[in-house]
Structure formats: structure tokens, C-alpha cells
């Protein structure tokens, strides 16, 4: 079934909409709840609450792109999730490595007092994104978005995980380097 048929599932509230969105999407979301949550359990919970939210959202909202709309519903309900696992000492998945690596300001931290500075954030990652080679973009996405190992990023990169830490040690080193000439980070 196409997106837009399935779009249109949800505007007229049919419960087939959920239905055709987890056999047509449920793996990819709960191949993305596993990397941040590692417990099957937490991340089958994530996709349903993905497509909970994705229940209540559309309508009013109309994504012009499914997928990456419910990927970024999945994975902030993961992430969510994980957050509350961790204050909870039940353990996490790779979502507080991640922000220590990239060491920026997270959503209880300086930048996130003022939506300005949200976005002008969002707008120098983003610029930065497009400076880089089209590898380096995928293995940062893959590390910084999907939270995937280094060892995964190196066997679908052919390279080793010294190679691909290597790589993100220097993307991290350049993307702050970015951030503070643009005034968006403070040592």
C-alpha cells in the first residue's frame, strides 16, 4: 500500500491505517527502537506507542514523508523511554553514550531554555551535515541518529570499528570546532 493511501487511512480514522503502518513499517521502527532501547521488549512497546502518536497526529498533521515521519516518532518515543529506564537504574541502551560522545547541549541543558537557540542549533548541525563527504555523513547519521555500534557502521562500511571511531573522533572534533566559531557552544 502506498504512503498516501495510507495517509488517507488515518484521515478518515480507519483502524486499518495502524494496521497497514506496522506491516509495512514495523520492522524498520523496531529496528530502531532496539539500537537506542537493546531490550526487544521496550522497543516492540516503542513502535506500538510510535504508532499510538502517529494515531493522534494524523490528522491534523500530513507528512510528506511517512516514513521518515514515524521514524522520528519511533525514535523520540525510544529515546523517551530509554531516559526513563535510566532514571529508573533499569539500565539503557547506547542513547547516554551517544550524547556524551557528541558532548552538546541536551535537552535539559543550556541551549534548550530558548527555541531560538533550538533551531540555530539544528541549522549549524544540519550545515555541517552537508560540509561532509557522503561516507562520513552516513556514518555520523548511523552513530548520532540511529545509534548504531561501531561495529555495525564497520561491516556495512567495509572498514574497521578503530577506522570508523577514528572518523567520528574527527567529525566530533570538526562539528565542534563549527558550533563554538558560530557561537552555538561554550567550553
Same mark, same amino acid.
Given at each position: 500500500?502506498?504512503?498516501?493511501?495510507?495517509?488517507?487511512?488515518?484521515?478518515?480514522?480507519?483502524?486499518?491505517?495502524?494496521?497497514?503502518?506496522?506491516?509495512?513499517?514495523?520492522?524498520? /521502527?523496531?529496528?530502531?527502537?532496539? %539500537?537506542?532501547?537493546? =531490550?526487544?521488549?521496550?522497543?516492540?512497546?516503542?513502535?506500538? =506507542? &510510535? +504508532?499510538?502518536? #502517529?494515531?493522534?497526529?494524523?490528522?491534523?498533521?500530513?507528512?510528506?514523508?511517512?516514513?521518515?515521519?514515524? +521514524? %522520528?516518532? +519511533?525514535? $523520540?518515543?525510544?529515546?523517551?523511554? &530509554?531516559?526513563?529506564?535510566?532514571?529508573?537504574?533499569?539500565? !539503557?541502551?547506547?542513547?547516554?553514550?551517544?550524547?556524551?560522545?557528541?558532548?552538546?547541549?541536551?535537552?535539559?541543558?543550556?541551549? #534548550? =531554555?530558548?527555541?531560538?537557540?533550538?533551531?540555530?542549533?539544528?541549522?549549524?548541525? $544540519?550545515?555541517? /551535515?552537508?560540509?561532509?563527504?557522503?561516507?562520513?555523513?552516513?556514518?555520523?547519521?548511523?552513530?548520532?541518529?540511529?545509534? +548504531?555500534?561501531?561495529?555495525?557502521?564497520?561491516?556495512?562500511?567495509?572498514?574497521?570499528? &578503530?577506522?570508523? %571511531?577514528?572518523?567520528?573522533?574527527?567529525?566530533?572534533?570538526? /562539528?565542534?570546532?563549527?558550533?563554538?566559531?558560530? !557561537?552555538?557552544?561554550?567550553?
Amino acid at each position: 500500500m502506498k504512503d498516501s493511501e495510507i495517509i488517507e487511512l488515518y484521515f478518515e480514522r480507519s483502524e486499518y491505517a495502524v494496521e497497514h503502518t506496522r506491516s509495512k513499517y514495523g520492522g524498520l /521502527l523496531r529496528s530502531i527502537a532496539r %539500537r537506542i532501547l537493546r =531490550d526487544e521488549r521496550d522497543a516492540e512497546e516503542a513502535v506500538e =506507542d &510510535a +504508532c499510538f502518536k #502517529a494515531w493522534n497526529s494524523i490528522p491534523p498533521n500530513s507528512p510528506e514523508n511517512l516514513s521518515a515521519y514515524l +521514524c %522520528r516518532l +519511533c525514535r $523520540n518515543t525510544a529515546i523517551d523511554r &530509554a531516559k526513563r529506564n535510566t532514571s529508573l537504574k533499569r539500565g !539503557g541502551g547506547e542513547y547516554e553514550s551517544v550524547l556524551d560522545e557528541l558532548s552538546l547541549p541536551s535537552s535539559e541543558g543550556d541551549m #534548550a =531554555d530558548s527555541a531560538v537557540d533550538r533551531i540555530a542549533l539544528t541549522e549549524a548541525i $544540519n550545515r555541517f /551535515l552537508v560540509s561532509l563527504s557522503k561516507e562520513n555523513r552516513r556514518i555520523f547519521i548511523q552513530r548520532y541518529w540511529y545509534m +548504531c555500534t561501531s561495529e555495525e557502521i564497520a561491516a556495512e562500511h567495509f572498514i574497521t570499528p &578503530a577506522a570508523v %571511531r577514528m572518523k567520528l573522533s574527527r567529525m566530533r572534533t570538526k /562539528l565542534k570546532e563549527t558550533l563554538i566559531t558560530e !557561537g552555538l557552544y561554550y567550553e
